[in-house]
């Protein structure tokens, strides 16, 4: 963890730091459906990460300029995962190129933090789909399924609840949709630069992955990323070779690097991205940050985020949202860009207790107090996220 255990916690209780989580997540909206509106046959997969990068960098840069030691930018670049990729498919400019056409299942994903506080979303589309020409079939039946689970996720993501209880929902969820929750996959709490915090919710869990995973009750005040990844098949993700290309830092390690490479890499990587992730495309040196790389992570003073991927055959929907557990309710503050009429399931949920839930509003309770408590900050600085609370 970064900072020192004396330095008391910043939390949503303070409202800066709801302004700057609603900040970071307003420049994550606008990357993600920027990335989603490019996604379109022909277009390459390097192009739409260094869109979405570029766009969060460009954003981050006009906010808080009098600060000029706040730490802001990307909280998790740009990854563009297509059909049986799983996630954290991020490629280098020396990689060789994926193309999308018709027909590819797209899964974008990214995140922006504004000074440590990291808002994260994705989002899945199938290229060339519209209005006119709905899709059916699998592909329509896992985003259907993943849709809903986010939205599960969204009602049973409030203090007092369990974690064992949105995991529950979305085994049962993804079964309805003849689906598997990828195995093992967790969804983190959030804290100030830290991303993957100790609070998560497991996905569809192994035998031994049940006894190991804590129990957890979400509490008031506190911040999850909830990631949703369903398959159309048994949900089981392998890392096939691809390169390793996104990273972060491990800051409970501590080793002398002995290369120079690895060293001028580290120092550069610590100085712009400190524990966030980052890929090794924003390094201007591309084979210098690759050959640098290499010993730190060797000696895990870097976590790599592996390319994982499904079986060929099957296809692979991810929907991330990023919400707040205020004192008057969860308020999520990354938006989804689901179009339910560009996806149409024969299945639908069969489970009547899911059913309820999945029917009972979400909005709110709104505190007129609270509301009259935002600083004017609140309301400059984050039109959309104002703007989903009032269309609530």
């Excluded at 808080?64 to 049986?84: H, L, Y």
């Excluded at 209005?131 to 409030?158: F, M, Q, S, W, Y």
């Excluded at 790599?304 to 999520?332: I, W």
């Excluded at 639908?348 to 509301?371: F, G, H, I, N, Y």
Aim: with cysteine; proline share 3%; charged share 30%.
């Amino acid at each position: 963890m970064s900072g020192d255990d004396d330095t008391q916690e910043q939390t949503i209780a303070d409202d800066l730091v709801v302004t700057k989580y609603k900040m970071g997540a307003e420049i994550a909206n606008q990357a993600l459906k920027t990335v989603v509106v490019a996604a379109m046959p022909g277009v390459s997969v390097l192009s739409l990460c260094q869109k979405g990068d570029a766009f969060i960098m460009a954003e981050t840069g006009k906010i808080f300029k009098k600060e000029k030691d706040m730490k802001k930018g990307i909280a998790f670049p740009t990854c563009v995962s297509v059909n049986n990729c799983v996630c954290h498919h991020s490629p280098l400019k020396s990689d060789a190129d994926v193309m999308l056409k018709d027909g590819d299942l797209v899964k974008i994903d990214l995140g922006v933090h504004v000074d440590g506080f990291i808002s994260n979303v994705a989002h899945s589309l199938v290229v060339g789909v519209t209005k006119d020409n709905p899709l059916t079939g699998r592909k329509a039946d896992v985003i259907k399924a993943a849709h809903l689970c986010a939205e599960a996720a969204l009602r049973l993501v409030k203090p007092g609840n369990q974690n064992s209880q949105v995991t529950e929902a979305w085994n049962k969820i993804a079964k309805s949709f003849k689906c598997s929750p990828i195995e093992g996959m967790l969804s983190h709490q959030l804290k100030q630069h830290v991303i993957d915090g100790e609070k998560t919710i497991i996905q569809n869990p192994s035998d031994q992955q049940k006894k190991d995973h804590e129990k957890a009750e979400f509490e008031v005040h506190e911040v999850y990323a909830v990631d949703v990844l369903i398959s159309t098949g048994e949900g089981k993700a392998k890392d096939g070779g691809q390169r390793t290309t996104v990273y972060k830092r491990d800051p409970n390690k501590v080793y002398g690097l002995k290369m120079k490479t690895s060293r001028t890499f580290f120092s550069e990587m610590e100085r712009r991205f400190d524990t966030m992730p980052f890929t090794l495309r924003a390094f201007e040196d591309e084979g210098k940050a690759r050959l640098g790389v290499v010993e730190c992570a060797k000696h895990e003073l870097l976590q790599p985020f592996n390319v994982l991927h499904e079986k060929e055959s099957e296809v692979v929907a991810q929907f991330k949202f990023t919400v707040l557990l205020m004192a008057n309710g969860p308020l999520r503050i990354t938006n989804s860009l689901f179009e339910p009429e560009l996806y149409k399931s024969e299945l639908e949920v069969e489970d009547a207790e899911l059913k309820a839930l999945l029917q009972s509003s979400a909005s709110r309770k709104t505190q007129k107090k609270k509301k009259k408590k935002a600083s004017k900050t609140v309301e400059t600085a984050t039109g959309q996220a104002m703007e989903t609370e009032a269309a609530e």
